[in-house]
Antibody
């Protein structure tokens, strides 16, 4: 059974940093692109970043470029999101998601339950 | 960036009735369009990809159609478990991957 379990969320002050983790199990993690998607309270879904199977390609939404870093450790079956210079508008539930292996990139077939990040003083 | 617009924002439907949700892209996304369902307090779930292919385990009452800029998700006979928010998402031209604002399907 595919499982994705996020951790690391919490309350952080504006300008602060936080590192999210996503522990994957039930599939060959190193064979899949992985993604972070966020959802502000009461709002819709926003794609944040994704990373290729071997970590050699990474892409970001403009609003987090230069502040967030996506990474992975295939030996630990883990995905990470380092979030720096946090702003109030980064407050959201952050979901880790797996991308479908077949076909075009960018279809999310399994999702974690999410971890809440709150940026507030 | 490709903008995705969903309509209506809220759809009131009685159980057993048909629901039709629309999604429009600001430019052609070919058939690279997915639909997700999200229930309160839960993560989204993939329903449809490739505009019309049901994901694993998705009931046949869910169907998708369209290409280019106009897409439709149809739920043929609404069950109680189908009341949720539905999002479309394009993956034709990225980054960024972009979602629509969502359509909430509520009980009439």
């Amino acid at each position: 059974e595919v499982q994705l379990v996020e951790s690391g969320g919490g309350l952080v002050q504006p300008g602060g940093s936080l590192r999210l983790s996503c522990a994957a199990s039930g599939f060959t993690f190193s064979s899949y692109w992985m993604t972070w998607v966020r959802q502000a309270p009461g709002k819709g879904l926003e794609w944040v970043a994704n990373i290729k199977e071997d970590g050699s390609e990474k892409y970001y939404v403009d609003s987090v470029k230069g502040r967030f870093i996506i990474s992975r450790d295939n030996a630990k079956n883990s995905l990470y999101l380092q979030m720096n210079s946090l702003r109030a508008e980064d407050t959201a539930v952050y979901y880790c998601a797996r991308e479908r292996q077949l076909g075009p990139r960018g279809v999310f077939d399994y999702w974690g339950q999410g971890t809440l990040v709150t940026v507030s003083s | 960036e490709i903008l995705m617009t969903q309509s209506p924002a809220t759809l009131s439907v009685s159980p057993g009735e048909r629901a039709t949700l629309s999604c429009r892209a600001s430019e052609s996304v070919s058939r690279n369009l997915a639909w997700y369902q999200q229930k309160p307090g839960q993560a989204p779930r993939l329903l449809i990809y490739g505009a019309s292919t049901r994901a694993t385990g998705i009931p046949a009452r869910f169907s998708g159609s369209g290409s280019g800029t106009e897409f439709t998700l149809t739920i043929s006979s609404l069950q109680s478990e189908d009341f949720a928010v539905y999002y479309c998402q394009q993956y034709n031209n990225w980054p960024p991957l972009t979602f629509g604002g969502g359509t909430k399907v509520e009980i009439k």
